[in-house]
């Protein structure tokens, strides 16, 4: 039977671990003689996985005392109608929010703020295909602006930051770290918001987690929903309705598993090596391409090009006959893109380095 590698960009690959964990615990969780599924969101089991969600978090990403770790529904792109909604009512109004357009994340995160503030595009890479990050001294900042939000992963683009930006002034960072978060050590304290869809890095699709300072609660917009207001989910401890039970407990486990693998530290390293694998194939020659500059080159979303086109349908069904799955690139980039999150292992990306040589011609 063939060994099956999924470089789905997400909802994407959790490790084997946790599946086989929840696998056996789906019938009876420790005991209780119910399923998570089945499971009151206010009862003391559930209770306690999401206590232990959250301690586990916090100490994987040594969350400062004085943030909230909130978890709702809606996914990324939901959270960039409720960030505006949450943070614009801190300034008079209308109020700005900033942006750094460095791809298609960042570039519906600006459309849907648009609605509830004046947006400035602080800074672009449009001109240059979204290749990179544009530099912080190229910025043009509006002073008191409501917030700058940041995708600091292009999921589709396959652009990464490598610095935290540094602000004047009472301007907070929103950062949008769906594809990339726990991949790396970050400086949470550099941010006023982080928050993220769980569906690539975290669990399955439906959770977004959200971790804001407690100085930007309390100043939502009168129109945004009850449910998605940070001060009621924060003050209700994320039960102020029904959370996502099942995708929690998953996320739970997958804390854990990262613990055991030796914490973000231990995986940011593991991350390093499994880029730099299959950069070094790519660039191995003229046979494959990558776009981005390399100092922006993503760890974990890696999108490539054959130089002949031609060859792309090929290339996926040979990669599929190897149990290379999900490799095709986004409607709008083209080409391929294979996502490497934290639970893809080495030897993933080895059978994917092995393929991409055969089919290049190179070696024996």
Not at 11 to 21: C, D, I, Y
Not at 49 to 68: F, S, T, W
């Amino acid at each position: 039977m063939t060994y099956i590698y999924n470089f789905s960009a997400g909802p994407a690959v959790l490790p084997k671990e946790v599946l086989a964990q929840a696998a056996a615990e789906m019938l009876d969780w420790h005991g209780s003689g119910m399923s998570v599924m089945e499971m009151s969101h206010r009862g003391p089991e559930f209770i306690s996985i999401y206590q232990g969600a959250v301690r586990d978090l916090r100490e994987l990403l040594a969350v400062p005392d004085n943030y909230k770790i909130l978890f709702l529904q809606g996914g990324g792109l939901g959270e960039n109608a409720i960030v505006p909604l949450n943070l614009v009512g801190r300034k008079p109004q209308p109020a700005t929010v900033d942006f750094v357009h460095t791809g298609s994340w960042s570039g519906k995160s600006i459309k849907e703020a648009a609605k509830y503030a004046n947006v400035n595009v602080a800074a672009s890479s449009q001109a240059d295909g979204y290749n990179r990050v544009p530099p912080q001294s190229d910025w043009t900042l509006t002073p008191g602006a409501a917030y700058l939000h940041i995708c600091t992963n292009e999921t589709i683009d396959g652009v990464e930051y490598a610095f935290a930006p540094e602000l004047a002034g009472d301007t907070t960072i929103v950062a949008d770290m769906s594809s990339h978060i726990l991949s790396r050590v970050i400086d949470v304290s550099k941010y006023g918001v982080i928050f993220g869809g769980a569906q690539k890095n975290i669990g399955p699709a439906g959770l977004t987690l959200v971790i804001v300072r407690e100085d930007l609660l309390g100043a939502a917009l009168p129109i945004c929903p009850s449910a998605f207001d940070w001060s009621v989910v924060a003050q209700h401890d994320s039960m102020y309705n029904t959370p996502p039970t099942y995708a929690i407990y998953i996320a739970g486990l997958v804390f854990q598993w990262l613990k055991r693998q030796g914490g973000v530290a231990a995986m940011e390293k593991r991350n390093i090596e499994k880029a730099a694998l299959l950069y070094a194939a790519l660039d191995a020659d003229d046979f494959y391409h990558n776009r981005i500059a390399a100092e922006n080159r993503s760890r974990m979303t890696i999108p490539f090009f054959l130089r002949d086109e031609s060859k792309n349908e090929a290339f996926l069904a040979g990669a599929k006959q190897r149990g290379l799955l999900q490799l095709k690139g986004h409607k709008s980039v083209g080409g391929m893109r294979a996502s490497i999150y934290n639970a893809m292992p080495i030897e993933g990306v080895q059978a994917l380095v092995d393929y991409l040589n055969q089919f290049a011609g190179r070696g024996k």
